[in-house]
């Protein structure tokens, strides 16, 4: 007999575009909501108008003997309805996990795939602008803290970061690497007027990743006759490609300092506990802001 859906409240979210392929799943798993939340918003932006849909043979012969994994949004749309159908009844199925890895591969699989076969700069410099748009949007909607995310009914990339009621009267910046908006007046410092050229958000700048807003981070820690701090933290990954998360602990006394891997960390800390890491296949492999390093936007000077 079919598994019958459990019985939750479900918000549901207003989905109805022109993109009926990645349209919400209201019973879905959160974390495939938010994925096809993404998928909705990059549909809409400019960049990604060539991206939407497969790539026609007839208008491009020679593209799928060119690629590999050919792909497309309609394609990861398709695919995430279909797991948030297939989850529906199961919100804690670990396979929502590889999903949400699968969903950053096949994005940055379009982009790899438009460098291959474009010579045109143009086309690939739309691809890298929707990509950057992408990792902005995948990180903070989807694989950031759950205390750093958005409520899934309040996605909407026409909002500031870190959207406060003010900004809708306020004279708004946008990011020249993430396309991200910011209220003028509540940046640290506050900006009087636009700056000259490009200007690059704090969080491109700071290169905003899981290895800079990892909770544990700064938390203390006991363990055994270590006492200290943790520092900071890095993936490891094994023969297997699999990731770990290694943390750095620092120890208040000595100063000497320890790696230590998730779970002896998670046992460890004093006072209220962190909640458990999720998706760190994704997390791994997601470069978060400012991934353009190459470019010298992480790292930058702030005008």
Known sequence: P?????????????TKTEYDFCEDTPLGPDLIRRCLAVIRTLCASNSADQFIYPVDPQLYPGYYETVMFPTSLYDIGKFLQGAGTRMSSNHDDPEIEMVVAEVGRKVRTIVHNTIIVNSSNSIVNSAEEMLRIFERLFFDWVLAPSACRPALEELDDDRCIDHHESDVNSMVLLCDACEGKYNMGRLKPPLN???SGDWYCPRCVSGRSWLTVDPRIGRQVQKGSLAGMVQSCKFVFGEDGKPSILYCIKASHSGRTEYCGIEDVDKSIVGDPVEPLRCIQALAESPGYGFSRDSGIAGGVLP
């Open 2 to 14: 079919a598994a019958k859906a459990p019985s939750v409240v479900v918000d549901v979210v207003e």
């Open 193 to 195: 007027h636009v700056p």
